[in-house]
């Protein structure tokens, strides 16, 4: 048994293959935290459906039921403060949270993206990496504040781009480091909330 595991939440939109990277990572004895809930903003989101298979508890919250993002944003806060959670991971999940929220779970909330922070925030990373001719590329895993996609980076992973790369072969080599850098993140901020400086 693992001596009070920190309890984690991954909010997610989609396929969700961080999800999984995190809950396979977590569920390692020598990790001292707990995958407590999975959430998406979509109930169609293929993550649920990993969740499902895996025993992994999960809910969606639909944002498209609610009047306004705040709101969302509230019913969100209420599920993770009901779960107990102490640390919420972003995982490709394609919101804009309020900043009201995201100032109420400062330090304890953290996002993954793909791109070499601080260059390319927003959507459509690799693209706008092969147009501007980069050489390099990237993900990034950082603490989320008010500002999309601003925050200390807490890890950062680089990939070549190939002349032959089109967004799709650069994301999926991004995708793969991805992989490598969020537990390696997820390490980290344990550690830094095991023993505050
Ligand atoms: C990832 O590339 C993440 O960085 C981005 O959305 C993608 C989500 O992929 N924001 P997945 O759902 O974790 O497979």
Known sequence: MKQQPTK???????????LKTLAEHMAQANVPAELTLALSNRPKAGG???????GIAHQAIDHKLFESRESFDAELDATLRAAKIELVCCAGFMRLLSAGF???????????????????KGLHTHARAIEAGDSVHGCSVH???????????IVQ???????ED???TL?????QQEHIAYPE????????MASPA
């Open 102 to 120: 995201v100032e109420a779970w400062r330090d304890r909330i953290i996002n993954i993206h793909p791109s070499l922070l601080p260059k390319y």
């Open 48 to 54: 649920l459906d990993y969740c499902a298979r895996q």
């Open 166 to 168: 089109t967004p799709d």
């Open 185 to 192: 993140a997820l390490d980290a901020v344990l550690k830094k």
């Open 171 to 175: 994301a999926e080599r991004v995708l």
């Open 8 to 18: 984690v939440a991954v909010l997610f939109s989609g396929r969700g293959s961080n």
């Open 157 to 163: 992973k680089q990939v070549p781009i190939m002349p």
């Open 143 to 153: 603490y989320m504040r008010p500002e999309m996609d601003e925050g200390p980076v």
